[in-house]
């Protein structure tokens, strides 16, 4: 038990259809059993907590997005955006609606449209913030959605951080001065006094949140894939962006293996495929623990079935654990030049054999093969050289970009 120590975070993320709300419902279910006071929280739009876990969905809708009890220490909650919007960002919305009104969309179209990306995101950031820092619950899983907008999710305290740096101030300097010649020449209105009061608010109520997201202590991230080409392609990529922004992959968990038992000819195409790509996934993310789950005879819902999956994922092992502490790779940019840092205990220098193929970086070391994705400016270079150091393998790649953007040297 982790109890009476800092509040763990466990974001649960992966393309859509995988079986993340499945996966984190399950989480949740055995997280309470043990005792632990769980908040399983849905960040996607598309909302399925609930069914999964067979409530009545009224109950949901009456509690306009704030956490609600559904079992002994189980809680959960789906974020509900229009509420959110009334309780943090009025004044900014306001503006914005009057912005769009002002261009001639009509009234409800232009609130709809006010809805900025990333809402959802902050919101639930927001809330993420509170619940740890005045330790609310012991454990809060993060039902993410789809891939692509969970990384905007994890984007979002650098993205705030920078503005707040960059243009905050200065616009705000802009608007005190320009109002009144703007004014006059445009009719667009600026921001009031209001609307910066408010967006100051709410950054001061997000400080912190990015030291909370990249503590291996506090927060892991359990990526739930699919032994399939295109889902294990997209883990390979969030997993990458997982690492640049400093978030520590904890697991990775495969979903929808077909039993063993099952011996119809006509399944015998998917096994061969799914064995083959599970071992795919071994070189892909070792040594980050893989899960694996086997395929249910029917869709998961309700206590009962969740509690089977929890079984079969985590077994006896406490589903709060640290799996993982840190990432076994590191992008970085050394004097103008993209380094990776692999990182490979008991290793010698014989032993590992660098090459490059597309977007990827492999490594041979003895009779295993390790995959790494690059991120996209990194795939444009070739490595330059590799070194060990102490326990960690440092592959640097080619040089500066000149003006038309050809490698230098
Ligand atoms: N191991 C499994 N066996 C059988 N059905 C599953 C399994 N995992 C997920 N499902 C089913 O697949 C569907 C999608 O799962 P869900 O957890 O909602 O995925 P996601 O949240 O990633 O979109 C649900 O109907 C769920 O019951
Ligand atoms: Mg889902």
């Known amino acids: 038990m982790i109890r009476g120590k800092k509040t763990r975070v466990i974001l649960f993320a992966g393309k859509g259809g995988v079986g993340k709300t499945s996966i984190a419902a399950a989480t949740g279910i055995s997280s309470a059993r043990i005792g632990y006071k769980t908040l399983v929280m849905s960040l996607d739009v598309a909302h399925s907590l609930s069914d999964i876990y067979d409530l009545n969905k009224g109950l949901m809708d009456k509690n306009k997005g704030e956490p609600i009890e559904v079992d002994q220490n189980l809680w959960i909650q789906e974020i509900d955006v229009q509420e959110e919007i009334q309780r943090n960002w009025k004044e ?3 503006y914005i609606a009057t912005l769009f009104n002002i261009s001639g969309i009509d009234e409800v179209l232009a609130e709809e449209l006010a809805i900025m990306p ?18 609310v619950f012991d454990v809060v899983i993060l039902d993410c959605a789809p891939t692509g907008e969970s990384l905007r999710f994890i984007s979002i305290p650098t993205t705030l951080e920078w503005y707040m ?10 608007t005190k001065y320009a109002r009144p010649v703007v004014q006059r020449i445009y009719s667009v209105p600026l921001p009031d006094d209001d609307y910066f009061e408010s967006l100051r608010y709410l950054f001061e109520r997000l400080q912190g949140v990015e030291s909370l997201l990249t503590n291996p202590r ?18 390979q990529r969030a997993f990458m962006y997982f690492c ?6 904890d697991a990775i968990i495969i979903n929808r293996i ?12 998917w096994k061969g495929t799914q064995s083959r790509y599970i071992d795919l996934v071994e070189e892909y993310f070792s040594p980050v623990p893989i899960f694996k789950v086997g395929l249910f005879s029917n869709e998961i819902v309700g206590g ?27 992008f970085t940019k050394i004097n103008g030049q993209y380094v990776i840092i692999v990182r490979l205990p008991f290793i010698t220098k014989e032993d590992v054999e660098v090459s490059k193929s597309d977007d990827e970086l492999i490594l041979r070391i003895g009779g295993f093969k390790r995959h790494i994705l690059l991120p996209r400016k990194v795939a444009h270079y070739n490595p330059l050289g590799a070194k060990l150091d102490g326990q960690n393998l440092v592959v640097t790649f080619g040089g500066e970009n000149d003006e038309k953007g050809n490698q230098k040297g």
């Open 118 to 135: 990333g809402m959802e995101e902050v919101s639930s950031l927001l809330y993420i913030n509170r619940f740890v820092n005045e330790k």
């Open 92 to 94: 900014v919305y306001q």
């Open 304 to 330: 009962e079935d969740l509690a089977q999956l929890s079984k079969m994922i985590y077994d006896n092992l406490d589903p709060a654990t640290r799996f993982s502490t840190e990432n076994p790779h590191k």
């Open 244 to 249: 640049l922004y400093g978030l520590c992959v």
């Open 218 to 235: 506090i927060t892991s991230v359990r990526l739930v894939t699919n032994p399939e080409k295109i889902v294990i392609k997209e883990t």
């Open 258 to 269: 077909l039993p063993e038992g099952i011996s119809d000819v006509h399944f015998d195409g």
């Open 165 to 174: 740096k960059k243009v905050f101030k200065v616009e705000r300097l802009f």
